[in-house]
């Protein structure tokens, strides 16, 4: 009984503060919007750099008039990239009557925070996740200022085909979505180039002895290994195959940039390739925004350029429609790209996926990466 | 040939450090009949002791080589057994009285508390240290394959094989090890003749984790990462090892650890990766139907 009272009373509140929200957010009041990602916990470095660029965007946009005669006010959601901490962030942000969510950082808190959004009429962009399955399942409210995995896989199989034709190529993967996902997408462009893999397998991620895997990588004569997977499988199976005298390069993905690929794999790490983004802020587009960045003392690093990008796009829109209603602009951000930003210039297809990844290659030498020239 | 011996050469120095872990099982189950848990998680924290003597000692710049290493095994070895015997005080001997199943909720309990007090102390993320034996030597050539037998794989085989020379001895030979076989066979008749049984089973103890250490230290020379899940995964395949091998006999649980390594590298070698824990499993349950004690066990005589 004391349960129910208490369901009631918090439901009466609920509706109350609702009402009020709504009411604040009359056509004179601010235009809410959000940025949601890992404030703490683990990856709060990628939340921290999702919150400067989001207030970044907020004051330059506001400083410029803002949105249709109205001002932005920036909501911050942390989830933890927790999916369950995910879902309460992105009920609560729709509580509050917000209009656009710049977020979230991990594609696990992404896609079922994207289900709360598409119900209470939300407009989302991710500027981080990378998984095929966060625009890909029909949702009207997804978008994505960052590439997909499979993108990543097309720009990998062209340049193993280019860079790599006549030598013998393994393809690896973990089974994971990312890994499995990352692997086929390469091994399809591999294909269509007209280049055959002498090998394609599946290895257990967790283990730690690939000798046997790599003995028979050995035997095959195999050049050149194309991981789907992340780092630690990668730092081990590069190391194992020099131990046992290969002569092999190994190509992967984003996860390989981080230092502790490196730190597994010590010397054999020595020339791996891997696809990431190009560096956004050395483009001409980023230039004055990346100026008034470092006049604040922030490195506009890693993800802080895709967030702003993600609420330009959003205030671009807003203004083009003449209208914020979230189901309008999905429409109008899809059709009448492409958009200005600091990224460059971005469209949007169907799903809601960038028209253009920027996908470049990186290499590891001595202990750190650059990108290939 | 020569692709079949580099594939054998892995399959041994897999199978050594599965076969190193399992003896602790199959003594600690010979002993007081109860399979610990929390065994696997005794190889991790004896891996995590030598990751730091290796960080004090070689990253500090005091010493090098292979005294840089025998000093980190025994380490490890010393460390890890005052593990052993305080799990058994604190998790075991308190319930040695009770019902069969106390003891193992009790052991899946430590594990529990082993991994996160690890995860805790010492961070979730995974370890890397540099390679201290790098190299190793050519021993075929042939049709352009090459036969690699690293340094690191030479250093496991012998270590186990010495280890285990030295543990088999203490077990035939010595007084303690009298004594761990008459607790073994019936452990009241034991204690009326004289025999100290809570002192024998707690050395079993730190007998099994100093073995546990002697395997954790080799897999971080030999592999170089850890975290503090890998006791789940090792424990498991030499709980398997053990089993395969005859739960409860010494020689069986080396025979046990060898062949799952083996069978592992080879199907992975002539069949799918992928597949390579569905093999060794299913050699397991085939070769449980046919001897259900074992490769090694002898049928448990029931005792009035």
């Given at each position: 009984?004391?349960?129910?009272?208490?369901?009631?009373?918090?439901?009466?509140?609920?509706?109350?503060?609702?009402?009020?929200?709504?009411?604040?957010?009359?056509?004179?009041?601010?235009?809410?919007?959000?940025?949601?990602?890992?404030?703490?916990?683990?990856?709060?470095?990628?939340?921290?750099?999702?919150?400067?660029?989001?207030?970044?965007?907020?004051?330059?946009?506001?400083?410029?008039?803002?949105?249709?005669?109205?001002?932005?006010?920036?909501?911050?959601?942390?989830?933890?990239?927790?999916?369950?901490?995910?879902?309460?962030?992105?009920?609560?942000?729709?509580?509050?009557?917000?209009?656009?969510?710049?977020?979230?950082?991990?594609?696990?808190?992404?896609?079922?925070?994207?289900?709360?959004?598409?119900?209470?009429?939300?407009?989302?962009?991710?500027?981080?996740?990378?998984?095929?399955?966060?625009?890909?399942?029909?949702?009207?409210?997804?978008?994505?200022?960052?590439?997909?995995?499979?993108?990543?896989?097309?720009?990998?199989?062209?340049?193993?085909?280019?860079?790599?034709?006549?030598?013998?190529?393994?393809?690896?993967?973990?089974?994971?979505?990312?890994?499995?996902?990352?692997?086929?997408?390469?091994?399809?462009?591999?294909?269509?180039?007209?280049?055959?893999?002498?090998?394609?397998?599946?290895?257990?991620?967790?283990?730690?002895?690939?000798?046997?895997?790599?003995?028979?990588?050995?035997?095959?004569?195999?050049?050149?290994?194309?991981?789907?997977?992340?780092?630690?499988?990668?730092?081990?199976?590069?190391?194992?195959?020099?131990?046992?005298?290969?002569?092999?390069?190994?190509?992967?993905?984003?996860?390989?940039?981080?230092?502790?690929?490196?730190?597994?794999?010590?010397?054999?790490?020595?020339?791996?390739?891997?696809?990431?983004?190009?560096?956004?802020?050395?483009?001409?587009?980023?230039?004055?925004?990346?100026?008034?960045?470092?006049?604040?003392?922030?490195?506009?690093?890693?993800?802080?350029?895709?967030?702003?990008?993600?609420?330009?796009?959003?205030?671009?829109?807003?203004?083009?429609?003449?209208?914020?209603?979230?189901?309008?602009?999905?429409?109008?951000?899809?059709?009448?790209?492409?958009?200005?930003?600091?990224?460059?210039?971005?469209?949007?297809?169907?799903?809601?996926?960038?028209?253009?990844?920027?996908?470049?290659?990186?290499?590891?030498?001595?202990?750190?990466?650059?990108?290939?020239? | 040939?020569?692709?079949?011996?580099?594939?054998?050469?892995?399959?041994?120095?897999?199978?050594?450090?599965?076969g190193l872990i399992a003896v602790g099982y199959t003594m600690v189950y010979g002993?007081?009949?109860?399979?610990n848990?929390a065994h696997g998680?005794i190889f991790?924290?004896g891996?995590?002791?030598?990751?730091?003597?290796?960080?004090?000692?070689?990253?500090?710049?005091?010493?090098?080589?292979?005294?840089?290493?025998?000093?980190?095994?025994?380490?490890?070895?010393?460390?890890t057994?005052?593990?052993g015997?305080?799990?058994?005080?604190?998790?075991?001997?308190?319930?040695?009285?009770?019902?069969?199943?106390?003891?193992?909720?009790?052991?899946?309990?430590?594990?529990?508390?082993?991994?996160?007090?690890?995860?805790?102390?010492?961070?979730?993320?995974?370890?890397?240290?540099?390679?201290?034996?790098?190299?190793?030597?050519?021993?075929?050539?042939?049709?352009?394959?090459?036969?690699?037998?690293?340094?690191?794989?030479?250093?496991?085989?012998?270590?186990?094989?010495?280890?285990?020379?030295?543990f088999?001895?203490?077990?035939?030979?010595?007084?303690?090890?009298?004594?761990?076989?008459?607790?073994?066979?019936?452990?009241?008749?034991?204690?009326?003749?004289?025999?100290?049984?809570?002192?024998?089973?707690?050395?079993t103890f730190v007998i099994g984790a100093a073995l546990a250490a002697v395997a954790g230290?080799?897999?971080?020379?030999?592999?170089?990462?850890?975290?503090?899940?890998?006791?789940?995964?090792?424990g498991?395949?030499a709980f398997?090892?053990a089993?395969?091998?005859?739960?409860?006999?010494l020689?069986?649980a080396?025979?046990?650890?060898?062949?799952?390594?083996?069978?592992?590298?080879?199907?992975?070698?002539?069949?799918?990766?992928?597949?390579?824990?569905?093999?060794?499993?299913?050699?397991?349950?085939?070769?449980?139907?046919?001897?259900?004690?074992?490769?090694?066990?002898?049928?448990?005589?029931?005792?009035?």
């Open positions: 009984m004391q349960t129910t009272r208490r369901l009631v009373l918090g439901a009466g509140l609920g509706a109350l503060t609702i009402g009020r929200e709504a009411f604040a957010q009359g056509a004179s009041g601010p235009i809410r919007i959000a940025t949601a990602g890992p404030m703490t916990g683990q990856y709060a470095a990628f939340g921290t750099q999702m919150r400067e660029g989001a207030t970044q965007a907020v004051t330059d946009i506001n400083a410029a008039g803002g949105v249709l005669g109205r001002q932005l006010a920036l909501e911050i959601g942390d989830d933890a990239c927790d999916p369950r901490q995910a879902v309460s962030v992105a009920n609560q942000l729709a509580a509050r009557r917000v209009q656009f969510v710049a977020g979230h950082f991990c594609s696990g808190s992404s896609i079922p925070a994207r289900d709360v959004y598409a119900e209470e009429g939300v407009l989302q962009m991710s500027p981080a996740s990378t998984n095929p399955r966060f625009t890909d399942e029909g949702k009207w409210n997804t978008f994505r200022t960052c590439g997909r995995d499979d993108q990543q896989g097309l720009v990998a199989g062209r340049y193993i085909v280019q860079n790599f034709r006549g030598k013998k190529v393994a393809i690896l993967h973990d089974n994971s979505a990312y890994g499995k996902g990352l692997a086929d997408e390469t091994k399809k462009a591999m294909n269509a180039g007209g280049m055959q893999e002498t090998m394609y397998a599946a290895y257990t991620p967790g283990e730690r002895d690939y000798n046997a895997l790599v003995s028979r990588m050995k035997a095959a004569g195999i050049e050149v290994i194309y991981l789907g997977g992340y780092h630690t499988e990668g730092g081990l199976i590069i190391r194992q195959a020099k131990e046992q005298g290969m002569n092999v390069t190994l190509i992967g993905g984003d996860s390989l940039v981080t230092n502790e690929f490196w730190q597994i794999a010590g010397n054999a790490g020595e020339g791996t390739l891997m696809t990431f983004s190009s560096d956004p802020r050395r483009r001409p587009t980023a230039a004055e925004v990346v100026a008034r960045f470092r006049a604040r003392n922030v490195d506009p690093e890693g993800y802080v350029l895709y967030t702003y990008a993600a609420i330009q796009i959003f205030a671009e829109a807003a203004k083009k429609a003449n209208t914020t209603d979230p189901r309008r602009l999905a429409q109008v951000i899809k059709a009448d790209g492409p958009w200005q930003t600091v990224l460059g210039p971005i469209s949007f297809d169907a799903k809601g996926d960038v028209t253009v990844p920027d996908y470049v290659f990186y290499v590891w030498r001595n202990g750190t990466y650059a990108e290939l020239s | 040939m020569a692709y079949a011996l580099q594939q054998l050469i892995n399959g041994i120095s897999l199978g050594m450090i599965y002993i007081i009949g109860m399979i848990f998680d991790m924290i891996a995590f002791v030598a990751l730091i003597s290796v960080v004090m000692l070689v990253s500090g710049g005091i010493m090098d080589g292979p005294a840089a290493i025998l000093i980190v095994l025994l380490a490890s070895m010393a460390v057994a005052l593990y015997w305080t799990v058994e005080r604190v998790a075991y001997r308190p319930l040695r009285g009770s019902f069969r199943l106390a003891p193992l909720i009790s052991a899946i309990g430590m594990s529990i508390v082993l991994q996160n007090y690890v995860q805790v102390a010492q961070g979730a993320r995974v370890k890397p240290i540099e390679p201290l034996l790098p190299g190793g030597v050519t021993v075929l050539h042939i049709d352009s394959f090459v036969v690699q037998f690293s340094y690191m794989q030479m250093l496991i085989i012998a270590v186990t094989l010495g280890v285990l020379a030295v088999t001895w203490l077990v035939t030979r010595t007084p303690l090890g009298r004594a761990m076989r008459a607790c073994e066979q019936d452990r009241r008749m034991a204690s009326l003749l004289g025999i100290d049984t809570d002192r024998t089973i707690s050395l230290t080799m897999y971080l020379l030999r592999y170089g990462v850890i975290d503090f899940y890998i006791g789940f995964l090792a498991v395949k398997t090892a089993v395969l091998g005859g739960i409860g006999s020689p069986g080396v025979l046990g650890g060898l062949l799952i390594g083996l069978i592992e590298t080879f199907w992975s070698a002539y069949f799918s990766v992928q597949y390579k824990d569905v093999a060794a499993f299913s050699i397991l349950a085939i070769v449980l139907i046919f001897m259900p004690t074992g490769l090694l066990g002898r049928a448990e005589v029931e005792k009035v």
